[in-house]
């Protein structure tokens, strides 16, 4: 069975600009999780989507952070614009239906210079 | 604020000692526990998962809960230098839609 996917596995950007990640889940998981890893911290949840509907985005940054999850499957996450403080490892996970157990991505790890 | 509890370490044992990992929450309506194993530069990887109070055990593994006191523990027996990680305790209570809260991580070392 395939994991959990993620791509780009690295980015570096300046300040004020924009970028995307993308995360595939496992196939048949309807939960998608992203988080934030800031080095020295455990992760801290920023969206959750069920099917391609959003459960919880209370610790999303909406004024600049979005994600997306569309036909329930693929998802996006975008900073737009990025600061300094955005510079962590971002972590896809996804879980079948009622259950709490979840299956980490890779990450993409992204720094704002 | 929901806390999950960790001592940042690091924690060194010797190989083939017992390593003890401690954790503590606030949300008393937490009712699902899990420990995650973290490689440097890695994604998290569940290990272990504890739902009732007492122990329960896997391989080296052995996981405690006690939810009158709102701690939960890892023992990890004979440890070896590939146990070498950061242990994130991650908490889950009912009404947060299977979201998980997780603690800061303890860096275990396990030294030849």
């Known amino acids: 069975e395939a994991g959990v996917a993620q791509s780009p596995r690295y980015k570096i950007i300046e300040k004020r600009q924009s970028v995307a990640f993308w995360c595939n889940p496992i196939?048949?998981?309807?939960?998608l999780y992203w988080y934030q890893q800031i080095l020295g911290q455990g992760p801290k949840l920023l969206i959750q989507?069920?099917?391609?509907?959003?459960?919880?985005d209370s610790q999303l940054p909406k004024d600049r952070f979005s994600a997306e999850r569309l036909k329930g499957v693929d998802s996006t996450l975008k900073i737009q614009p990025a600061k300094l403080e955005d510079s962590a490892v971002y972590l896809c996970?996804?879980?079948?239906?009622?259950?709490?157990?979840?299956?980490f991505g890779p990450g993409t790890r992204l720094t704002v210079t | 604020q929901k806390e999950v509890e960790q001592n940042s370490g690091p924690l060194s044992v010797p190989e083939g000692a017992i390593a003890s990992l401690n954790c503590t929450y606030s949300?008393?309506?937490?009712?699902?526990f899990f420990w995650y194993r973290q490689y440097s530069g890695k994604s998290p990887e569940l290990i272990m998962s504890?739902?009732?109070?007492g122990d329960k055990e896997d391989g080296r593994f052995t996981a405690q809960l006690n939810k009158a006191s709102q701690y939960v523990s890892l023992l990890i027996r004979d440890s070896q230098p590939s146990d070498s990680a950061t242990y994130l305790c991650a908490v889950g209570a009912y009404y947060s839609g299977y979201a998980l809260n997780f603690g800061k991580g303890t860096s275990l070392l396990v030294t030849p």
């Open positions: 989507f069920q099917n391609n509907g959003v459960v919880d």
């Open positions: 996970a996804s879980s079948p239906s009622d259950t709490y157990e979840q299956y």
């Open positions: 949300d008393r309506g937490s009712q699902s």
């Open positions: 504890i739902y009732s109070n």
């Open positions: 196939s048949g998981h309807a939960t």
